[in-house]
């Protein structure tokens, strides 16, 4: 019987891990994603500064500038998302703009807040 000659076998590991660098992954998305939030975000406060700026010097009242604005940035989300994004991003905007307007006015001008209003009279309050 002829021998039969096992070869020296090195385990190769040829099996690809699925989760391996999951972790890393998900890690480096939420930075590069924040990274990229914080960009757009500063370049749309800019290209907000600049809009004031220019309907500051137009012969037409500040109130209608900031509220044509507006109406073009709201339309342009509304016809561009679905309607549920839509509506989720408005009320979150909506939302978020009460909170910084009431820290803003408890920071510089607390006489304006009472603290014992319940939440619907402060945002009532703050935005009337």
Not at 72 to 100: C, G, W
Request: hydrophobic share 30%; glycine share 2%.
């Amino acid at each position: 019987m002829p021998k039969i000659r096992k070869g020296k076998s090195k385990v190769k590991n040829n099996v690809v891990p699925f989760r391996a660098d999951e972790k890393n992954s998900i890690e480096e998305e939420q930075t590069q994603r924040q990274s990229e939030q914080d960009r757009l975000n500063s370049i749309l406060r800019d290209k907000c500064n600049e809009m004031l700026k220019i309907i500051n010097t137009s012969s037409i009242e500040k109130e209608w500038g900031l509220y044509a604005l507006l109406f073009h940035a709201k339309q342009t989300a509304s016809f561009d998302l679905h309607p549920s994004e839509y509506v989720r991003a408005n009320d979150a905007s909506s939302k978020e703009i009460v909170k910084n307007q009431r820290e803003y006015l408890e920071k510089n001008f607390s006489e304006f807040i009472n603290e014992d209003m319940d939440i619907k009279e402060k945002n009532k309050k703050i935005l009337h």
